[in-house]
Structure formats: C-alpha cells, structure tokens
C-alpha cells in the first residue's frame, strides 16, 4: 500500500514450502532407489540403459553380478542373514566404483554396473580389482562372505548397442558362475 507515493504497507500470504520440497525429493529418491540396498533400482537402471541406447553415444561397459549361494543362506541362516549379504554386497559395489559409474540392484541377487567413458582395458582392470576388493572384504570379515560371479562386456559406442552389451555380459556372468562351480567339484573331488 502505499500514501503519498511511499510504501507504507505490504500485503501478502507466506506459505514455508519446506516439507513439500522434502516430500517431493523423498518421493523421487524411493522411485530412482532400491528400498533395502539404497542403491539404484531395476527401473533407473532400465531408464540408464535407453538413455545409453537411443540419447547418449559414448564408450560404454556393463558389468553384471550375481550372489553365489544366497540361496543357501536363506535357506540354512534365515532371510535376515540374506538382506544382509545384499546390503553389504551392494555398499562394496557402490563404494567401488566412481561416479562415471551406475550400480544398481536389478533382481533378487543381481546387481548391474554401466561405466561410460571407459576403455575395454580399464574395465577389465576394474573387474579384477572388484575380485580383489571382495577378498579383502572375506578375509576381515568374521560373519558374511561375499561370493560373486561376473560378467562384463564393452563397446567403444552405446547407441544401439546396450541390449547386445547386456546380453553378452549376462552370458560371461553364467559362464564365470559355472566355472566356479566345476572349480567348486574338482575341489571336492567329484
């Protein structure tokens, strides 16, 4: 309002907006995120994966892991010895790799992994240092053992390709897990 040509007087309505903004942000956490793991979820993964396809052209690798005897937890030590094999499986993956990185929980016991801008030697680097960063988790840990199979698979573009990378990762990860458990026989020598 104003008299004389001064401002005497403002009228309005304030409104604090604060929790809405924080509702708003917690309802796009839980839709990008993995309830138990806090990771990404199949479905920002699966949202990654178009972006990588028909959006972005770059370098790209995917790395695709399974628990080896979640199963055999479940079954033998209870569902609650289960999550936490994710869990910690999922903050070692998570803390693992960079932020060039997308770790997602994308099944029961599977996790993905898409690293852009990287070279197939790079990744291959990567996956040995992930085999070694989980047998330094194993050997200080006195409860849970992380056993994992993967599986990677690269290409210098991603436009058109990610399907195909997926597809080929997956099959490393099954051969990898298969290895491991004809290893696992001639060790028991069956």
């Given at each position: 309002?104003?008299?004389?040509?001064?401002?005497?007087?403002?009228?309005?309505?304030?409104?604090?907006?604060?929790?809405?903004?924080?509702?708003?942000?917690?309802?796009?956490?839980?839709?990008?995120?993995?309830?138990?793991?806090?990771?990404?979820?199949?479905?920002?993964?699966?949202?990654?994966?178009?972006?990588?396809?028909?959006h972005v052209n770059t370098s790209v690798a995917i790395i695709l892991c399974d628990l080896d005897e979640l199963k055999y937890l479940?079954?033998?030590?209870?569902?609650?010895?289960?999550?936490?094999?994710?869990?910690?499986?999922?903050?070692?993956l998570n803390q693992f790799f960079s932020e060039n990185a997308i770790v997602a929980r994308i099944g029961g016991d599977e996790f993905?992994?898409?690293?852009?801008?990287?070279?197939?030697?790079?990744?291959?680097?990567?996956?040995?240092?992930?085999?070694?960063?989980?047998?330094?988790?194993?050997?200080?840990?006195?409860?849970?053992?992380?056993?994992?199979?993967?599986?990677?698979?690269?290409?210098?573009?991603?436009?058109?390709?990610?399907?195909?990378?997926?597809?080929?990762?997956?099959?490393?990860?099954?051969?990898?897990?298969?290895?491991?458990?004809?290893?696992?026989?001639?060790?028991?020598?069956?």
């Amino acid at each position: 309002m104003f008299e004389k040509g001064e401002l005497i007087a403002i009228h309005g309505i304030i409104r604090n907006i604060d929790e809405k903004v924080k509702l708003q942000q917690d309802l796009e956490y839980r839709i990008t995120h993995d309830a138990i793991t806090n990771i990404y979820n199949r479905e920002f993964f699966e949202q990654s994966m178009e972006k990588y396809n028909n959006h972005v052209n770059t370098s790209v690798a995917i790395i695709l892991c399974d628990l080896d005897e979640l199963k055999y937890l479940n079954d033998n030590h209870g569902h609650k010895k289960g999550d936490f094999l994710i869990k910690e499986s999922a903050k070692l993956l998570n803390q693992f790799f960079s932020e060039n990185a997308i770790v997602a929980r994308i099944g029961g016991d599977e996790f993905a992994v898409i690293i852009k801008d990287a070279d197939k030697v790079e990744v291959e680097h990567l996956c040995q240092n992930l085999s070694a960063e989980i047998s330094e988790y194993n050997r200080n840990s006195k409860d849970i053992k992380i056993k994992m199979s993967m599986g990677y698979a690269f290409s210098k573009y991603s436009i058109g390709k990610m399907e195909k990378l997926f597809a080929a990762a997956d099959k490393n990860m099954y051969q990898d897990k298969k290895a491991k458990k004809e290893q696992k026989l001639i060790q028991l020598g069956l």
